[in-house]
């Protein structure tokens, strides 16, 4: 065998090999000639002179994520921590800007998130910061866009995902809270109080309404009752003061006999003859006559003095 020719044919090999070189998916490779940029190769296998092109660099397409906190004072005077989420990419046709242009894009994208947040968070106070946290993240946004656009990037969306104040700060706040829910609690509880009294007493006075009529009610009864024992009796030949004598003294056995049945009750024992009912009856009678002269007598005293009220207001 001649191995005259191996060694020409292991370096041609090795040329070839040098020659071919491939670009990843959602990247890009820049190729340089004697130092000087070539050409910006695309995802695929590629083919560059060996010794003379280099791959100078490559760069992602995919998009990226810098997470930046900023530290900064709102306007009342609070020390805030602000996470502030960056996404952005390369943009496929300005990979020549973005490699020649900016040397450290995290650190040019983390100085214009520094200098936009304590711009706009100084103007807040700390509830607006919380509030408004979407319009810091479009001011963000639009100083990146408008800035690393020049360079080749493209900023996809800004997010502010964490608002971080001061620990003392937050127990005041948590403080705060529980004492304005606590205040809340309080005010429920005392309308729930008010509405429980207020519908008690409409309960009691529907019960004493409703008790008052089933009293009246009942004397009603009792009175017609009365008046048909009288009508009863007198068809028999009794007069109706001797009647209204025997219904008081069947009243009083019966008041007895129900007092009687009952333990641990006091009883006074009343005259039970049908003379002493009938002097019960005259008493009665008498005490209402008096009390219907005194009615009458208090009208007659209140209408004169109306009347002399009148004629004194007459002159």
Not at 218 to 234: D, P
Not at 259 to 275: D, R, V
Not at 301 to 312: G, I, S, T
Request: negative net charge.
């Amino acid at each position: 065998m001649n191995f005259t020719f191996l060694p020409i044919l292991i370096l041609v090999i090795l040329l070839i090999f040098a020659s071919l070189y491939t670009v990843k998916q959602q990247s890009a490779a820049i190729l340089e000639r004697f130092g000087k940029f070539k050409v910006v190769s695309q995802s695929g296998l590629r083919f560059k002179i060996p010794l003379i092109d280099r791959i100078a660099g490559r760069l992602s397409l995919k998009i990226q994520q810098l997470d930046v906190i900023v530290e900064t004072k709102t306007k009342d005077d609070v020390f805030v921590r602000l996470k502030i989420s960056v996404q952005y990419k390369v943009i496929k046709e300005k990979v020549y800007d973005a490699f020649y242009k900016l040397d450290y894009p995290h650190d040019q994208i983390t100085s214009y998130v520094f200098d936009v947040v304590r711009a706009e968070v100084p103007k807040m106070i700390l509830d607006d910061v919380f509030l408004k946290k979407d319009d810091i993240a479009i001011a963000v946004k639009s100083e990146l866009n408008e800035a690393m656009l020049d360079y080749g990037y493209d900023i996809i969306k800004t997010l502010v995902t964490d608002i971080d104040p001061d620990s003392q700060v937050k127990e005041a706040m948590n403080r705060i809270n529980a004492a304005e829910r606590e205040k809340v609690a309080a005010q429920f509880e005392g309308d729930a109080a008010r509405i429980l009294i207020v519908e008690k007493a409409k309960a009691e006075a529907e019960s004493k309404r409703l008790q008052g009529q089933g009293i009246a009610d009942q004397r009603r009864e009792i009175a017609r009752g009365l008046e048909e024992s009288v009508e009863v009796l007198n068809k028999v030949g009794i007069n109706s003061q001797e009647a209204s004598a025997l219904i008081v003294v069947t009243q009083h056995y019966d008041t007895l006999q129900a007092i009687g049945g009952e333990t641990n009750s006091n009883l006074i024992l009343l005259p039970n003859s049908p003379q002493a009912g009938s002097n019960m009856l005259n008493d009665m009678v008498a005490s209402f006559a008096a009390s219907n002269e005194i009615g009458e007598a208090m009208k007659e005293a209140k209408r004169n003095k109306l009347n002399a009220q009148k004629e004194k207001d007459n002159e």
